[in-house]
């Protein structure tokens, strides 16, 4: 009798092999044949499964975001507000071994983003979403009397955001000067001005 084979969980197999060598060995590493022999296939395996090199690239990527999404779930629950956005934007910073190798894989591939529409698109919406959500937790804490700025909100959460990048990729070229609790430290006083300046 022959074997049943579960078409979604191979796809999820060679996606997840993907990952594992991007966060390992950096993006320029995981070619089809080192995803192929990580996840135990031959390459004809994955052009079964995928057009293309971008689009196992292009899972991985979202394969990635789904984690760090049900990661915030958690941390977020029952929470609102200033404290929702502070732990909101510090998962996002490479502060343990975990989330720098999440920075690194999300950093790797800005520029892969900037030849492949697909992944530029993918990319996009992904932020959008993040940004959104800045801007809603922003919007929430001043309702809320927790912050104080006379700023438009969406140049608040520009503001954060871009901090929050430019952060994580300082700390990842410069581990010595920008360890977690410099991180933290630096997050935490750019949020403190919002609760200070008045409008």
Do not use: C
């Amino acid at each position: 009798m022959p074997k049943i084979v579960d078409h979604g969980e191979r796809r999820e197999e060679v996606v997840e092999a993907a990952r594992r060598i991007i966060l390992r060995e950096g993006i320029e590493a995981a070619t089809t044949r080192a995803i192929a022999k990580e996840a135990g296939y031959s390459n004809g395996v994955l052009t079964h499964y995928f057009a293309d090199k971008d689009d196992i690239m292009l899972s991985a990527l979202r394969s990635s975001h789904r984690r760090i999404v049900e990661r915030l779930r958690g941390k977020l629950a029952g929470r609102g507000g200033l404290a929702a956005l502070r732990e909101l934007l510090l998962d996002n910073l490479p502060l343990d071994d975990e989330r720098t190798r999440e920075s690194g894989l999300e950093i790797g591939f800005w520029s892969r983003s900037l030849t492949s529409p697909a992944m530029l698109e993918a990319q996009r919406a992904e932020a959008g979403e993040l940004r959104y959500l800045v801007h809603s937790l922003l919007g929430a804490a001043a309702e809320a009397g927790e912050i104080t700025t006379g700023e438009d909100l969406g140049d608040v959460a520009e503001r954060l955001l871009a901090l929050v990048d430019g952060l994580s990729v300082r700390s990842l070229l410069y581990p010595d000067r920008l360890g977690a609790e410099r991180l933290q430290r630096l997050l935490g006083a750019e949020l403190d001005r919002l609760q200070t300046t008045s409008a």
